[in-house]
């Protein structure tokens, strides 16, 4: 069985300040991690994936993710915000079946 | 290439009344996956379905059913529905593998009042 947890259910940073939102694993099976974006009232848009190639992972709009197997993390990170990131994000896993997992999501506010 | 559309967008129901829910997949994809993401949490595995056959199911109970049409298109169906039903119910598409990404429709907003 996989699960994901997010730590920090609100996370706020300034315009320009590094983003970092954190992700923890847990799986029985070499992992899929995922991270998605959510604005309001949409749907789920990918930033990013790992697959099992390299372990640093960019996205688009600037977001990268490293996977440490060690930690059994997938933290997502920015270096510098903008306005424009402020969503909810999740971290989602599969492994051993094609079902995404998801953590409890992360609300990013962005100020100036 | 046209992305993952869902119908309606936005449905009001009464305890113990049935709604259909329905999605087109992207071009090109198989599997259709259904979400159920209420206010505040993130999404919930429903069932996924795959060339038209069941291919897993997460923890909702029977009244929850679906459909995939040779199109891959899909349905989702709840009977006799309950308060707490009201939440986001979102559909993926995917080509089927679990490290393929699946792409998200923009969701059906169900209230059951």
């Known amino acids: 069985a996989q699960s994901v947890t997010q730590l920090g259910s609100h996370v706020s940073v300034s315009e320009g300040a590094l983003v970092l939102l954190r992700c923890n694993y847990s799986?029985?099976?070499?992992?899929?991690l995922f991270w998605y974006v959510q604005y309001p009232n949409q749907g789920l848009q990918l930033l990013l994936k790992?697959?099992?190639?390299?372990?640093l992972v960019k996205g688009i709009n600037g977001f990268e993710a490293e996977f440490k197997k060690s930690e059994t993390s997938f933290h997502l990170t920015k270096p510098s915000a903008h306005m424009s990131d402020a969503a909810e994000y999740f971290c989602a896993v599969t492994g051993g079946g094609n079902k995404l997992t998801f953590g409890t999501g992360t609300q990013l506010k962005v100020e100036l | 290439e046209t992305g993952v559309t869902q119908s309606p967008t936005h449905l009001i129901k009464t305890r113990g009344q049935q709604v259909t829910l329905r999605c087109s997949s992207q071009?090109?994809?198989?599997?259709v996956s259904w979400y159920q993401q209420a206010l505040g949490q993130g999404p919930q595995f429903i069932f996924q379905y795959y060339r038209e056959e069941e291919n897993g199911r997460g923890n909702f109970p029977p009244r929850f059913s679906g459909l995939q049409f040779p199109n891959y298109s899909s349905e989702l169906n709840v009977n006799a529905l309950e308060l707490d039903d009201s939440a986001l119910y979102l559909c993926?598409?995917?080509?089927?593998?679990?490290?393929?990404?699946?792409?998200f429709g923009p969701g059906t907003r169900l209230l059951v009042l």
């Open positions: 071009s090109g994809h198989n599997t």
């Open positions: 790992y697959t099992s190639a390299a372990t």
């Open positions: 799986s029985s099976v070499p992992p899929y």
């Open positions: 993926a598409s995917s080509s089927g593998s679990e490290r393929e990404t699946q792409y």
